[in-house]
């Protein structure tokens, strides 16, 4: 049998991630991680002059997993950060397994590669008002046309990272207060009603956005990255930018989207005393996931298990 060339086994492989996609087992972003991740070995390998999937050895997979990148400016990084590190590693396993399972190759490179170690991870935070309040503050820096305000109201409005990423001045309905979400791989499309400020906010971004668009579709409301992935890391660096600014994000101190999430939870359990309406605001199908997400430890008996 020939050996399969790296770039036909790439593309034998995306579709069966594809499939694997539409049938809910992996993410579409997974999907487009592990892509772009499995391109760059294709890049990487034929700079080497490696063209086959069975030529790739142990040495080219621990040069390209210790290959220096960019950072989200384009900057050149000698050293890749570990987080980095393992998701190009994460992406070549599941690369190789996928290719051995479709029998396309033998080659297993990584199974003596050794493990990345992780840095402890710093403390979370369970954010209060007046942290929330400094959030606000700091996100209106250069008010109306940063997108940093946009963010941080969507993520106040219930959406997660995902859905600000796909969240476009078309699923605004600022007059009711509200704004919609189609959902993502795995929350449900709702509509999220908006405080005051969340509202000011949109509608400052939106009229900048709109005021020199002359045709096409809508425009996003704080992203214009063109792949999933990429839309939904911009949107977390730039909720990080906002932490670090409001001084809530430190060197000990980890501050992240989902504790604007969590802190929104709370919220609405305190107003409600419904986990159904904490899964509802968040598009979760699951009450135990709403009750995570609220800090709340709760019986299945207390309330059904599915939400209606």
């Known amino acids: 049998m020939a050996e399969t060339k790296i770039k036909q086994a790439l593309l034998s492989v995306a579709r069966a991630w594809e499939q694997r996609a539409v049938a809910g087992e992996i993410s579409l972003e997974t999907v487009t991680l592990y892509s772009q991740v499995a391109e760059r070995l294709l890049r990487f390998a034929e700079a080497q002059g490696v063209t086959c999937l069975d030529d790739v050895t142990a040495e080219l997979v621990s040069g390209f997993i210790e290959a220096p990148g960019h950072d989200r400016h384009r900057g050149i990084i000698l050293t890749p950060a570990a987080g980095t590190r393992r ?27 050794p493990p990345i170690p992780r840095s402890p991870r710093k403390h979370g935070t369970e954010l209060s ?40 001045t078309d699923d605004l309905n600022l007059a009711e207060t509200e704004v919609w979400t ?43 990255a063109t792949s999933a992935y990429r839309s939904q890391a911009s949107v977390c660096a730039g909720f990080g930018d906002i932490a670090r600014r409001s001084g809530l994000a430190t060197r000990e101190r980890r501050v992240e989207p989902k504790d604007v999430t969590r802190y929104v939870a709370r919220q609405v359990l305190y107003k409600t005393g419904q986990l159904s309406e904490v ?30």
């Open 129 to 168: 008002d007046i942290d929330v309040q400094l959030l606000r503050f700091h996100a209106e820096r250069g008010m109306p046309s940063t997108r940093h305000a946009a963010l941080l109201a969507l993520l106040l409005a219930g959406l997660h990272t995902a859905e600000i990423a796909a969240a476009t």
């Open 182 to 224: 189609h959902g993502a791989t795995h929350t449900r499309g709702r509509c999220c009603p908006l405080d005051d400020w969340c509202t000011q906010a949109l509608w400052l971004r939106c009229t900048h956005l709109l005021r020199s668009r002359e045709s096409g579709p809508p425009p996003c409301l704080v992203t214009a």
């Open 87 to 113: 998701q190009r590693r994460s992406g070549l396993e599941a690369l190789f397994a996928e290719a051995r399972a479709l029998g396309l190759t033998k080659a297993a490179p990584l199974v003596d590669f």
């Open 279 to 308: 899964a509802r605001r968040l598009g979760l199908s699951s009450l135990d996931a709403a009750a995570a997400f609220a800090g709340l430890r709760w019986s299945p008996e207390d309330e059904g298990g599915e939400v209606a």
